[in-house]
């Protein structure tokens, strides 16, 4: 049942619910940028020459598609960390433990990444040939080519999914507690802890993630907006 | 016309699906330097092949391509490093069916990238350039635009503007006019006229045969990959050799 003083006790724990949507968007800002790194790298690894780079990265991406997020993090996590004892254990921000943190953002990274780099990759392929041809013709160079000319259209075509990534991120981001991430479905965890009440305190948490993925979505909406503007300029 | 040779294509062949289609089966022809050399021919003759062959956006099957002195078709350059052929592309201009303009960036944009990027010129002298290349094709007021913003034969005069920003030494069109509405081809063709006027060596791929027999001093006729005849306007239009030419000619003309 949920109750006013049900609220009010869970708020005395506001400092908890802060310090998780601090982790929650910090995890999930780094997840985006090293996802799309690695994705860039995958997406090209994937349309390159080298049949063995094409192999890898065609492995890794399926891979990464077909097994659930929850297993992927405790891999990450239990097995290529084995627990906590190779990282410091020093806290980010004074309160993040980065032996969790840490491995939270590699494992949501090599995950999103996977996704990205097909979204990338679908962007980059959509570009017609002959702007690629005409940017060489010019002499510039492949990666030149790539930086100026692909890229620029390819990430106005894909801006929407790629929107559409980041907030599924700070969503998935919430399996991270599991292994003892204090994003804020850890501060809904300790809320239950000190108060044995459970219910506000995942009311709480709904809002806080709605408050999160419902602006970023309609940020990059406008930025969207504004950026196929000036094509009909 | 001088003898320099600017260009000595040795045998070039370019095969798909292994040998099943020759594109190009042993081409052999010099380009010298101030040519405007026509190149004509049934579809499918290979004649884009070999025009996008000489800047190697087809890497060929086998042949050569000396261009200024060195063989690109080769893996090393003459200093025994690797060839790098983003320089040699740097004075080949090529200028589309589709004129490829990069529609994210103005006309200005479009035609200082490459002179900034590969050339380290600075974007003040590279702007200041572009808009002289545009007041000469009628174009300057349009240099903040974007290319959707032009008409086809607008889109067509910066392509052919934004190759010789990067101020080539030969430039190579694949059929320039075929996909404009026919009252704009004139406009087109007037500043490709224009450049040979200037000196400029061309190899052109084209259906118009007025233009070639006008403004080309050589003309090529391809079929079937191969260079079935080759000679001076007069010699192909009005004393054609081979009868596939005859055929050709009885066609298009
Ligand atoms: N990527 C490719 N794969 C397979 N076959 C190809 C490819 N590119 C060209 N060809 C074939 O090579 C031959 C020569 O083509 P090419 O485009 O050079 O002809 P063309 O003379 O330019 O014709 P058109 O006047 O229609 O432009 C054609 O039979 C064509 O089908
Ligand atoms: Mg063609």
Redesign the interface.
């Known amino acids: 049942m949920l109750t006013v003083q049900g609220f009010q006790k869970a708020l005395e724990y506001w400092k908890l619910f802060l310090q998780g949507v601090v982790c929650t968007v910090s995890l999930s800002a780094l997840t985006v940028i090293f996802g799309f790194i690695l994705a860039l790298i995958l997406a090209i690894c994937r349309m390159g020459r080298s049949r063995i780079l094409k192999a890898i990265a065609t492995v890794y991406v399926e891979l990464f598609r077909a097994t659930p997020m929850v297993v992927q993090i405790f891999v990450i996590f239990y097995v290529v960390f084995d627990g906590v004892k190779v990282l410091p254990g020093f806290k980010l921000f004074g309160f993040i433990r980065f032996d969790r943190f840490f491995p939270a953002v590699v494992a949501l990274s090599l995950n999103s990444g996977a996704y990205l780099s097909e979204i990338i990759r679908s962007g980059i392929q959509s570009i017609d040939i002959g702007q690629t041809e005409a940017s060489r013709s010019l002499g510039l160079s492949s990666v030149k080519t790539m930086r100026f000319v692909i890229l620029p259209q390819a990430i106005k075509n894909i801006l929407p999914a790629i929107a559409n990534e980041f907030v599924t991120i700070i969503k998935e981001s919430a399996i991270c507690y599991t292994i003892g991430v204090q994003d804020i479905m850890s501060a809904v965890n300790a809320v239950k802890g000190a108060t044995y009440r459970m219910a506000e305190a995942l009311i709480i948490a709904t809002v806080l993630y709605f408050c999160l993925t419902y602006p970023t979505s309609k940020v990059i909406a406008h930025f969207e907006r504004k950026m196929s503007a000036g094509d009909k300029r | 016309m001088t003898n320099d040779k600017l260009i000595q294509v040795k045998d070039l062949k370019k095969y798909y699906k292994g040998e099943r289609i020759k594109a190009l089966d042993g081409v052999t022809v010099d380009i010298n330097r101030g040519d405007v050399m026509v190149v004509i021919g049934p579809s499918g003759s290979g004649k884009s092949t070999f025009l996008r062959s000489l800047?190697l956006?087809e890497v060929p099957t086998a042949g050569s391509i000396i261009f200024e002195g060195v063989d690109i078709t080769q893996k090393k350059g003459p200093d025994g490093k690797k060839l790098d052929i983003?320089?040699h592309?740097?004075k080949?201009?090529?200028v589309?069916q589709?004129f490829?303009?990069?529609?994210?960036m103005t006309i200005l944009q479009n035609m200082t990238?490459?002179p900034v990027?590969?050339?380290n010129v600075p974007q003040a002298e590279a702007e200041k350039k572009a808009l002289e290349l545009l007041e000469r094709v009628g174009l300057k007021d349009r240099a903040d635009a974007?290319p959707?913003?032009l008409s086809g034969g607008q889109k067509q005069r910066v392509?052919i503007v934004?190759?010789l920003a990067?101020e080539p030494d030969v430039m190579l069109f694949d059929e320039p006019t075929s996909a404009l509405d026919p009252e704009m081809v004139g406009e087109v063709l007037d500043v490709m006229r224009e450049l040979a006027r200037e000196g400029m060596t061309m190899v052109v791929v084209t259906h118009e045969m007025g233009f070639a027999r006008e403004v080309g001093n050589r003309v090529l006729f391809m079929a079937d990959g191969k260079l079935l005849e080759e000679g001076s306007p007069d010699a192909i239009f009005n004393h054609p050799q081979n009868p596939r030419l005859q055929d050709f000619l009885s066609k298009v003309l």
């Open positions: 800047n956006l983003d320089l592309r740097q080949m201009g090529m589309f589709h490829n303009l990069f529609p994210h990238l490459a990027q590969v050339k974007y959707i913003q392509a934004r190759a990067m």
